[in-house]
């Protein structure tokens, strides 16, 4: 199974990105993906998750509103639009996968995640 992260890179403050995460060597049918983020001296932290069916979305405190999480289930990608990027949002970014039972109903947890893909730094500054 492997998850490959695209789309990080340096962006102003105010600015936009879309990170992309694409899926393969696996059944995906019943797998949430979602997005962790850990900057430098900090421990990784959750950003936005969404389940296998699509329906339900999750997110990390206080991004909700300027991140959205979306899905294409036919092609096992996934993908992070970040708009309104603060200098705060600089950090790698891995697209993450664990089963639907594994996901709790505020997101996923780092200890219950199966799949990691490699970090896409995303850096905003002027």
């Known amino acids: 199974v492997q998850l490959q992260a695209s789309g990080g890179g340096l962006v102003q403050p105010g600015g936009s990105l879309r990170l992309s995460c694409a899926a393969s060597?696996?059944?995906?049918?019943?797998?949430?993906m979602g997005w962790f983020r850990q900057a430098p001296g900090e421990e990784r932290k959750f950003v936005a998750a969404?389940?296998?069916?699509?329906?339900?979305?999750y997110y990390g405190d206080s991004l909700q509103g300027r991140f959205t999480i979306t899905r294409d289930k036919g092609k096992n990608t996934m993908a992070l639009q970040m708009n309104d990027l603060k200098p705060e949002d600089t950090a790698n970014y891995y697209c993450?996968?664990?089963?639907?039972?594994?996901?709790?109903?505020?997101?996923?947890?780092?200890?219950?995640?199966?799949?990691w893909g490699q970090g896409t730094l995303v850096t905003v500054s002027s």
């Open positions: 993450a996968a664990n089963r639907d039972s594994k996901t709790t109903g505020w997101g996923m947890i780092l200890s219950r995640v199966e799949y």
């Open positions: 060597g696996g059944p995906f049918s019943d797998y949430t």
């Open positions: 969404t389940t296998s069916s699509g329906r339900n979305t």
